[in-house]
T-cell receptor, first 115, second 119 residues
Framework: AQKITQTQPGMFVQEKEAVTLDCTYDTSDPSYGLFWYKQPSSGEMIFLIYQGSYDQQNATEGRYSLNFQKARKSANLVISASQLGDSAMYFCAMREGWGYNKLIFGAGTRLAVHP | GAVVSQHPSWVICKSGTSVKIECRSLDFQATTMFWYRQFPKKSLMLMATSNEGSKATYEQGVEKDKFLINHASLTLSTLTVTSAHPEDSSFYIC???????????????FGPGTRLTVL
């Protein structure tokens, strides 16, 4: 079974509107971390936001927020007020267990922001 | 803060030669670094975990003799693609964890990547 699933290969959004990128995960470990990264066409991976499995509140970082629904095992990324510069690939990733463990990445979602 | 650099950013080499890629954490120390490979329009595939002062841990299916990893210091890990062939052409990205963040956050910061083309 896929550990991280991103079901949207591509998404379109109008500039200044909000968009939600879906991510579901599968783990039996009670301790885990969820991450979102942005990869522009230049290739670098830019860290956006982190959510720990024991965090009570949804993580927020500026225009990014993570809609964490633990029972559904989903960790959707919400980008508010989209900008043209948000056009990129977005990857959801999970770290299982506690400590310096590897990240497992989803297949990614390509977001295109239209003016 | 939390900047990771990679060198070179791109390299073209002939088949049969070896290529070394450096990954450096510029403003933090990292006992653990990770090497990923990414094919066009695909996700990142973890190749190996590089541990400072010890042997790297390779993922299943990754040839350790083909992809040599050396983590000589808390700020430097190197990946050497030995006897490169066209099928090794790919985008290689490293990442590093900031020790100061502790395991609870353990955010990985990524380098800008190295595009390898083997002719």
């Amino acid at each position: 079974a896929q550990k991280i699933t991103q079901t949207q290969p591509g998404m379109f959004v109008q500039e200044k509107e909000a968009v939600t990128l879906d991510c579901t995960y599968d783990t039996s470990d009670p301790s885990y971390g969820l991450f979102w990264y942005k990869q522009p066409s230049s290739g670098e991976m830019i860290f956006l936001i982190y959510q720990g499995s024991y965090d009570q509140q949804n993580a927020t970082e500026g225009r990014y927020s993570l809609n964490f629904q633990k029972a559904r095992k989903s960790a959707n990324l919400v980008i508010s007020a989209s900008q043209l510069g948000d056009s990129a690939m977005y990857f959801c990733a999970m770290r299982e267990g506690w400590g310096y463990n590897k990240l497992i990445f989803g297949a990614g979602t390509r977001l295109a922001v239209h003016p | 803060g939390a900047v990771v650099s990679q060198h070179p950013s791109w390299v073209i080499c002939k088949s049969g030669t070896s290529v070394k890629i450096e990954c450096r954490s510029l403003d933090f120390q990292a006992t653990t670094m990770f090497w990923y490979r990414q094919f066009p329009k695909k996700s990142l595939m973890l190749m190996a975990t590089s541990n400072e002062g010890s042997k790297a841990t390779y993922e299943q299916g990754v040839e350790k003799d083909k992809f040599l990893i050396n983590h000589a210091s808390l700020t430097l890990s190197t990946l050497t693609v030995t006897s490169a062939h066209p099928e090794d052409s790919s985008f290689y990205i490293c990442s590093a964890r900031d020790l100061a963040g502790g395991p609870s956050t353990d955010t990985q910061y990524f380098g800008p990547g190295t595009r390898l083309t083997v002719l």
